[in-house]
């Protein structure tokens, strides 16, 4: 058993967790902006608040232990708890909280208030948030699951490219309180902190600026990059997580500047919920085009379009009127562009198909998939990349692979051809409301950054030379 914070002991222990935390804080304020300052304070200063209260009333003991290879019961007996307490302690946590199943890291809080067990609490390592029990003359008498307190934050990024985008974020973007030290220790800090950088960078290379930017070749050493990203703050595993990005602007050194700004669409019937959030350009033109080029991540042409072919299977000659992509087995698809599933079924030589009904008169395939993604059916509504089913080799197929079509007004179309026409912009009403909520999140983000952020060059018209008649 643990037993900590009495007395001297734990005076000297909260003072010196206090000024590290302020020393840590103030280090931190150099590189980011304003905004989380005034929450990581109140954090501190209401942590500090609790232990204190517990030392100076000196009549609080908390006890803490870890389950070891999934022992529940070796945690509780660890904690002091015995006997018929032991009994109801398990069967509430495992019964009537329904926490069944404990993993080898999990930890148990007892609070014990003068001698006699007030409270426990319960943390499941793969949860956020905490099991509580409150005793009463040593009986628990109330229990709940308590979800995490989460705050959503607001913070700039500024790089300078001086390689590749990628180490640019690794140097610049890290919140300082990912974790709860600050710094990098274990192997899941160092984790954490990739996946953070790994989903910023695939936000903004892959999806906001994938159509404007060729992340290849354009690229150059001199490159400004400005983000305004919200993160999920968990205050009380004192870590944060990337949650999306608002805004972004990317400067060419050469001239330039490609922009993101974001716009809510708020739904027109109250019983859709969902506000649909995108980002657009200045003048309110979609950043995406209609269809994404591919719907797969990454793999290999492996059978292009044609009018008349050769059936592997078959063994005659055949006509195919869409796109083979050859990819492992279990491969994300996603569905190319925003629209509704018309058909989730088998269907003969596709195996497992999927049909996206688009605007203007499109519609997808995506056949021999493995198996489709839970929680949708025919009439869902699904987001361009949102993924739709698993890379498989059902139906009259000779390895794992996804067979892509696209039809037009209800004839085959070349994917590969078609111009793909840019998504929906926005106008009337919309485009107001857009124009009027950037400018102000321009103007906010310039504050926080501390700098005027660039703005594109106007083009301005020649002037029109008015001949003279000759006289
Ligand atoms: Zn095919």
Same mark, same amino acid.
């Given at each position: 058993?643990?037993?900590?914070?009495?007395?001297?002991?734990?005076?000297?222990?909260?003072?010196?967790?206090?000024?590290?935390?302020?020393?840590?804080?103030?280090?931190?304020?150099?590189?980011?902006?304003?905004?989380?300052?005034?929450?990581?304070?109140?954090?501190?200063?209401?942590?500090?608040?609790?232990?204190?209260?517990?030392?100076?009333?000196?009549?609080?003991?908390?006890?803490?232990?870890?389950?070891?290879?999934?022992?529940?019961?070796?945690?509780?007996?660890?904690?002091?708890?015995?006997?018929?307490?032991?009994?109801?302690?398990?069967?509430?946590?495992?019964?009537?909280?329904?926490?069944?199943?404990?993993?080898?890291?999990?930890?148990?809080?007892?609070?014990?208030?003068?001698?006699?067990?007030?409270?426990?609490?319960?943390?499941?390592?793969?949860?956020?948030?905490?099991?509580?029990?409150?005793?009463?003359?040593?009986?628990?008498?109330?229990?709940?699951?308590?979800?995490?307190?989460?705050?959503?934050?607001?913070?700039?990024?500024?790089?300078?490219?001086?390689?590749?985008?990628?180490?640019?974020?690794?140097?610049?973007?890290?919140?300082?309180?990912?974790?709860?030290?600050?710094?990098?220790?274990?192997?899941?800090?160092?984790?954490?902190?990739?996946?953070?950088?790994?989903?910023?960078?695939?936000?903004?290379?892959?999806?906001?600026?994938?159509?404007?930017?060729?992340?290849?070749?354009?690229?150059?050493?001199?490159?400004?990059?400005?983000?305004?990203?919200?993160?999920?703050?968990?205050?009380?595993?004192?870590?944060?997580?990337?949650?999306?990005?608002?805004?972004?602007?990317?400067?060419?050194?050469?001239?330039?500047?490609?922009?993101?700004?974001?716009?809510?669409?708020?739904?027109?019937?109250?019983?859709?919920? %969902? +506000?649909?959030?995108?980002?657009?350009?200045?003048? *309110? /033109?979609? $950043?995406?085009?209609?269809?994404?080029? &591919?719907? =797969?991540?990454?793999?290999?042409?492996?059978?292009?379009?044609?009018?008349?072919?050769?059936?592997?299977?078959?063994?005659?000659?055949?006509?195919?009127?869409?796109?083979?992509?050859?990819?492992?087995?279990?491969?994300?698809?996603?569905?190319?562009?925003?629209?509704?599933?018309?058909?989730?079924?088998?269907?003969?030589?596709?195996?497992?198909?999927?049909?996206?009904?688009?605007?203007?008169?499109?519609?997808?395939?995506?056949?021999?998939?493995?198996?489709?993604?839970?929680?949708?059916?025919?009439?869902?509504?699904?987001?361009?990349?949102?993924?739709?089913?698993?890379?498989?080799?059902?139906?009259?197929?000779?390895?794992?692979?996804?067979?892509?079509?696209?039809?037009?007004?209800?004839?085959?179309?070349?994917?590969?051809? %078609? +111009?793909?026409?840019?998504?929906?912009?926005?106008? *009337? /009403?919309? $485009?107001?409301?857009?124009?009027?909520? &950037?400018? =102000?999140?321009?103007?906010?983000?310039?504050?926080?950054?501390?700098?005027?952020?660039?703005?594109?060059?106007?083009?301005?018209?020649?002037?029109?030379?008015?001949?003279?008649?000759?006289?």
């Amino acid at each position: 058993m643990l037993r900590y914070r009495r007395n001297w002991t734990a005076v000297i222990l909260i003072a010196a967790a206090a000024v590290i935390t302020l020393l840590f804080a103030k280090s931190g304020d150099e590189n980011i902006g304003s905004p989380w300052r005034f929450h990581r304070n109140i954090e501190v200063m209401e942590t500090c608040r609790l232990e204190m209260l517990a030392v100076v009333a000196d009549t609080v003991d908390i006890c803490t232990s870890i389950v070891g290879e999934g022992f529940l019961g070796g945690a509780v007996r660890e904690l002091g708890i015995s006997g018929s307490q032991y009994l109801s302690t398990c069967e509430v946590l495992m019964d009537s909280l329904g926490w069944s199943v404990q993993r080898a890291g999990d930890t148990l809080t007892a609070i014990y208030n003068r001698g006699e067990l007030s409270e426990l609490r319960a943390f499941p390592g793969n949860r956020r948030g905490f099991y509580r029990i409150l005793f009463s003359e040593g009986t628990p008498s109330s229990w709940e699951y308590v979800p995490q307190e989460k705050w959503i934050r607001q913070r700039v990024i500024s790089c300078d490219i001086s390689s590749t985008v990628w180490e640019a974020l690794w140097d610049t973007a890290l919140p300082p309180d990912l974790t709860e030290s600050g710094i990098l220790i274990t192997g899941r800090d160092s984790s954490r902190a990739v996946g953070y950088v790994s989903e910023l960078q695939h936000e903004l290379t892959d999806r906001l600026f994938c159509y404007d930017i060729d992340f290849y070749y354009d690229v150059r050493v001199g490159d400004k990059l400005w983000i305004l990203i919200e993160e999920n703050r968990y205050p009380m595993d004192g870590e944060t997580g990337f949650r999306r990005i608002l805004a972004a602007k990317y400067q060419f050194v050469h001239g330039g500047l490609a922009e993101a700004f974001p716009f809510f669409h708020r739904p027109d019937d109250a019983e859709s919920a %969902e +506000i649909i959030f995108d980002h657009y350009h200045r003048d *309110g /033109a979609s $950043l995406r085009t209609m269809f994404l080029k &591919m719907p =797969v991540p990454f793999g290999r042409i492996s059978s292009v379009y044609s009018d008349a072919r050769m059936h592997p299977v078959l063994g005659y000659t055949r006509a195919h009127r869409g796109i083979d992509y050859a990819s492992p087995l279990g491969t994300d698809i996603y569905a190319v562009g925003d629209g509704t599933i018309t058909v989730r079924s088998w269907c003969g030589g596709y195996g497992n198909l999927v049909r996206v009904r688009h605007a203007n008169g499109y519609e997808t395939g995506y056949g021999h998939m493995n198996g489709y993604a839970s929680g949708q059916s025919v009439g869902s509504y699904v987001r361009q990349g949102e993924v739709i089913g698993y890379v498989g080799s059902t139906g009259l197929s000779t390895g794992p692979h996804v067979h892509f079509e696209m039809k037009k007004n209800g004839s085959y179309v070349n994917p590969a051809t %078609e +111009i793909m026409p840019p998504a929906n912009p926005l106008e *009337g /009403a919309e $485009l107001e409301r857009f124009l009027t909520e &950037m400018s =102000v999140i321009e103007e906010q983000w310039s504050m926080l950054v501390g700098i005027d952020l660039p703005v594109p060059e106007v083009e301005i018209e020649p002037e029109t030379v008015v001949e003279e008649p000759e006289e």
